[in-house]
């Protein structure tokens, strides 16, 4: 399934939707930034929270955890390298692969690709496309890459929460 998000920033505080290639709506996102631990809320259609994303209050490196139906599916968690970013997703066996930097990288499980997601580079602020190869854990890859999101932004900031 092709998902895309599309918004001015990824950031704690903002709102966005997450949509289809007809511009449906498939999962809202909301953000908070207010609290002790900055969290994102991922509801469906119905407004029912289907996902969390939540940054772990304390650590050296950013360290984010997800939950999908309020249970902990994993916790993304940036590796110190001095070329370019890694990231674990421990919990669910997957890992990242290609260019960060850039946002076109892909999720890989046991050594099939279950998501990819691509920067739109001439678009109207940040757009995302989303490749979704594993409909059963799409609710999960679209929060594990949120995190992953959210990693980045961590890493150019002091505070955490603002946007590439």
């Given at each position: 399934?092709?998902?895309?998000?599309?918004?001015?920033?990824?950031?704690?505080?903002?709102?966005?939707?997450?949509?289809?290639?007809?511009?449906?709506?498939?999962?809202?996102?909301?953000?908070?930034?207010?609290?002790?631990?900055?969290?994102?809320?991922?509801?469906?259609?119905?407004?029912?929270?289907?996902?969390?994303?939540?940054?772990?209050?304390?650590?050296?490196?950013?360290?984010?955890?997800?939950?999908?139906?309020?249970?902990?599916?994993?916790?993304?968690?940036?590796?110190?390298?001095?070329?370019?970013?890694?990231?674990?997703?421990?919990?669910?066996?997957?890992?990242?692969?290609?260019?960060?930097?850039?946002?076109?990288?892909?999720?890989?499980?046991?050594?099939?690709?279950?998501?990819?997601?691509h920067k739109v580079w001439m678009s109207w602020?940040?757009?995302?496309?989303?490749?979704?190869?594993?409909?059963?854990?799409?609710?999960?890859?679209?929060?594990?890459?949120?995190?992953?999101?959210?990693?980045?932004?961590?890493?150019?900031?002091?505070?955490?929460?603002?946007?590439?």
């Amino acid at each position: 399934m092709k998902l895309y998000i599309r918004q001015k920033i990824f950031s704690f505080g903002a709102k966005f939707n997450v949509t289809d290639e007809f511009e449906e709506v498939h999962y809202k996102v909301e953000g908070e930034v207010f609290t002790l631990v900055p969290k994102l809320h991922i509801y469906d259609t119905t407004g029912y929270e289907v996902a969390l994303v939540q940054k772990k209050l304390l650590s050296l490196m950013p360290k984010f955890y997800v939950y999908v139906n309020g249970l902990q599916i994993a916790e993304i968690v940036k590796e110190i390298t001095f070329l370019k970013p890694r990231y674990y997703i421990i919990g669910k066996g997957w890992t990242v692969e290609g260019d960060l930097l850039a946002h076109d990288y892909s999720i890989v499980s046991n050594g099939d690709e279950i998501a990819r997601i691509h920067k739109v580079w001439m678009s109207w602020g940040d757009s995302y496309e989303l490749d979704i190869y594993d409909t059963e854990d799409e609710v999960g890859l679209i929060a594990v890459i949120l995190a992953i999101d959210a990693i980045m932004d961590s890493g150019n900031s002091r505070a955490g929460y603002s946007s590439t």
